[in-house]
T-cell receptor, first 114, second 113 residues
Framework: GAGVSQSPSNKVTEKGKDVELRCDPI?????LYWYRQSLGQGLEFLIY????????KSGLPSDRFSAERTGGSVSTLTIQRTQQEDSAVYLC????????????FGPGTRLTVL | GENVEQHPSTLSVQEGDSAVIKCTYS??????FPWYKQELGKGPQLIID?????GEKKDQRIAVTLNKTAKHFSLHITETQPEDSAVYFC????????????FGSGTRLQVQP
């Protein structure tokens, strides 16, 4: 079946511009996560959505970052006024809570801020 | 919060040898410990996981061991093959709360043919 998909796969933007990154989770998965992976580093948690509950935004690094999940499915991560330190790979993962713990990751969006 | 440390950061082995990657965690409430493999340009993929009620788990050439008392867990790959070359991440989380994974910093494994 279809896995987690993300778009775009690559995004190059200029400092100060806003960007939107999209994640399509596996159908039926109630939990959705965004992580950030800086060059050569591990994955850093950003935000977590679970069903209709309020999202856990505790990992967002600044108020320039926000995310939403519409209809319990597609999610969009928005970064406003991008800075060079925002350059990273942004990974989305989904899981089906209550049926194992495995998180399935998408291929990521590589963001480069010039 | 949880902190996961992973060693070594790079590991080079000859094809056919074994590879071991070690992780320690800080939160005694963590009870789920997955290992992910990430190939270049791809997202991480789960290769094996272990829960805190189990001390060891095997899947063909891959095994994971968990020592809850010492709060460390290890990945063992036997009979390594060139296609095992990748970056491996350990992670940990708990049953309660957000269940977001806390990841180690990764180990780049290079299997020399």
């Amino acid at each position: 079946g279809a896995g987690v998909s993300q778009s775009p796969s690559n995004k190059v933007t200029e400092k100060g511009k806003d960007v939107e990154l999209r994640c399509d989770p596996i159908s039926g998965h109630t939990a959705l996560y965004w992580y950030r992976q800086s060059l050569g580093q591990g994955l850093e948690f950003l935000i977590y959505f679970q069903g209709n509950s309020a999202p856990d935004k505790s990992g967002l690094p600044s108020d320039r970052f926000s995310a939403e999940r519409t209809g319990g499915s597609v999610s969009t991560l928005t970064i406003q006024r991008t800075q060079q330190e925002d350059s990273a790979v942004y990974l989305c993962a989904s899981s089906h809570q209550g049926q194992g713990r495995e998180q399935f990751f998408g291929p990521g969006t590589r963001l480069t801020v010039l | 919060g949880e902190n996961v440390e992973q060693h070594p950061s790079t590991l080079s082995v000859q094809e056919g040898d074994s590879a071991v990657i070690k992780c320690t965690y800080s939160d005694s409430a963590s009870n789920y410990f997955p290992w992910y493999k990430q190939e270049l340009g791809k997202g991480p993929q789960l290769i094996i996981d272990i829960r805190s009620n189990v001390g060891e788990k095997k899947d063909q050439r891959i095994a994971v061991t968990l020592n809850k008392t010492a709060k460390h867990f290890s990945l063992h790959i036997t009979e390594t093959q060139p296609e095992d070359s990748a970056v491996y991440f350990c992670a940990a989380n708990r049953d309660t709360g957000r269940r977001a994974l806390t990841f180690g910093s990764g180990t780049r494994l290079q299997v020399q043919p």
